[in-house]
Nanobody, 131 residues
Framework: QVQLVESGGGLVQAGGSLRLSCAFS????????MGWFRQAPEKEREFVAA??????????IYADSVKGRFTISRDNAKYTVSLQMNSLKSEDSAVYYC??????????????????????WGQGTQVSVSS
């Protein structure tokens, strides 16, 4: 079974940076679309970023709230996906989740924007941004 384990969360000052990592196991990583979501207290789970199978720059998409500040990448040799977060704001504080989807039509049907489009999830890593 596919397993995902996030790491790299922590406490950072506003304007600072963090890099999250997600380790994938139990499947053929290169066949999965990978995504990052976040969930703050009393809020719905929110799409952050997604990356296609090869990791080409043209295969990435970002929520408007993080575009220009966050960068998603993947290393298909190491079976990892990362989220580089720069210029962090207090509103970025949330539990960040790594997700994986084998759905070949996920982008065509826009399911990459929603948690229901992903079959596998990590347990999350806390990101806290202080102002």
């Amino acid at each position: 079974q596919v397993q995902l384990v996030e790491s790299g969360g922590g406490l950072v000052q506003a304007g600072g940076s963090l890099r999250l990592s997600c380790a994938f196991s139990g499947g053929m990583f290169g066949t999965y679309v990978m995504g990052w979501f976040r969930q703050a207290p009393e809020k719905e789970r929110e799409f952050v970023a997604a990356i296609s199978w090869s990791g080409n720059p043209g295969g990435t998409i970002y929520a408007d709230s993080v575009k220009g500040r966050f960068t998603i990448s993947r290393d298909n040799a190491k079976y990892t996906v990362s989220l580089q977060m720069n210029s962090l704001k207090s509103e970025d504080s949330a539990v960040y989740y790594c997700a994986a989807s084998p759905d070949k039509t996920i982008f065509y049907r826009a399911r990459h924007l929603y948690p229901s489009g992903y079959d596998n999830w990590g347990q999350g890593t806390q990101v806290s941004v202080s102002s």
